[in-house]
């Protein structure tokens, strides 16, 4: 028999956790900015984007402020708010900060949870698998940043994912302009992913580690030439 205090802790119901107008905002200004409706560089008008959004000013500028603080926004004195950009230096410091997150979250998913983690990364792979026999690059892009996604949160760590979302903005942007640098044998690239599967389902750490560095490390010289051209 369960005690009172136990029967309340079971069958108790709890309050939703609701999000402020302020969290639902920034969330929908990182949308807009991962996937180019806010473009690198652009200025934010407050009272178009108010309207657009049916808010008052009173949260939109607590939503700013907040993507001033992850490094999304960038607040320039007597010009006012701009969507940040991404310079090859920036591009490197995105990758370099990637992998110490995804490094940690593959480290915890051998470790403790491995088989989840290959099912989920098994059906995210094959979204990669599908935009590739469609040709599709856009939809590669999208699966692409789906498998990672689905990495960190594998690691089930909420603070590594936490850590990971100002990261997944900005390598989401990143992907925007890998679109065009992808190898001309895409297959190649989904290999790469099906290899990481593959190391993790085998519990090999160390081969797990080194084939994400030499994953990220490829995609950090593609992009990084692409942006100097």
Do not use: W
Request: contains cysteine; proline residues 3%.
């Amino acid at each position: 028999m369960l005690g009172v205090d136990e029967q309340n802790q079971a069958g108790e119901l709890e309050p939703v956790q609701r999000k402020s107008t302020a969290a639902i905002v920034a969330d929908q200004l990182r949308s807009a900015i991962m996937y180019g409706s806010l473009a690198p560089g652009s200025q934010l008008g407050e009272a178009d984007l108010a309207a657009q959004l049916g808010v008052s000013r009173g949260p939109l500028r607590e939503a700013m402020q907040r993507l001033v603080q992850e490094g999304l926004l960038q607040s320039e004195p007597h010009r006012g708010l701009f969507v940040a950009t991404m310079e090859p230096e920036d591009v490197h410091d995105v990758y370099v900060a990637r992998l110490a997150v995804e490094r940690t979250a593959c480290e915890q998913i051998v470790r403790h949870h491995r088989i989840d983690a290959v099912a989920e990364l098994t059906a995210a792979h094959a979204k990669m698998v599908a935009a590739v026999a469609k040709d599709d690059s856009a939809g590669l892009t999208e699966a692409d940043q789906e498998f990672h996604e689905t990495l960190v949160a594998a690691s089930r760590s909420p603070r590594l994912q936490r850590m990971a979302q100002t990261l997944l903005v900005e390598k989401r942007m990143c992907l925007g302009a890998l679109v065009d640098t992808y190898p001309a044998d895409t297959q190649a690239l989904v290999d790469e992913h099906k290899g990481l599967v593959d190391a993790i389902e085998a519990g090999d750490e160390q081969l797990v580690l080194s084939r994400l560095e030499a994953h990220m490390n490829d995609a950090l010289e593609r992009l990084t030439s692409s942006l100097e051209e």
